[in-house]
């Protein structure tokens, strides 16, 4: 069954028309279904932005004027990232004429000295879980 266009809107721009129209697919065909320009009130279909509904995605094949709608597929099982590696740090840059110990307050305002050497952050560790889903497109 081929799919009903109803035309919304239309507008002239430059040396074309946009138009706007709902579509309704009917019986979905494997690959998509197809949208003519006649349908459109064109004679040739340039650009389609389909916009999603009813929970499904849509995409326009100009190779083969189908409309195709991606229904949200499974999420893929819960799972675990796990970050490990080697030793960060950080490094500060010094100038010539600067001293290489600095004084620095601390939290409570105590004044400290240190050594403007390499700060140890440590090795990077943790997990992140998260789930991810997946679109799907009917045969």
Do not use: C, W
Not at 32 to 58: E, H, K, M, R, W
Not at 114 to 139: C, F, M, Q, R, V
């Amino acid at each position: 069954m081929a799919a009903t266009v109803t035309l919304k809107k239309r507008k002239k721009i430059l040396d074309g028309f946009i138009n706007i129209a709902d579509v309704k697919i009917g019986t979905y065909a494997a690959g998509g279904v197809l949208i003519s320009p006649n349908q459109l009130g064109l004679s040739v279909i340039d650009f389609i932005l389909p916009s999603t509904s009813g929970g499904y995605a849509f995409e326009f094949n100009h190779t083969t004027g189908k409309l195709k709608a991606f229904a949200p597929g499974t999420s893929q099982a819960k799972h675990t990232h796990t970050f490990t590696g080697t030793d960060l740090k950080v490094t500060p840059t010094t100038l010539a004429a600067e001293p290489t110990t600095k004084l620095l307050q601390n939290d409570t305002g105590v004044l400290k000295s240190t050594d403007i050497t390499a700060i140890n952050l440590g090795k990077p560790a943790g997990a992140i879980s998260e789930s991810a889903a997946a679109a799907t497109s009917p045969a």
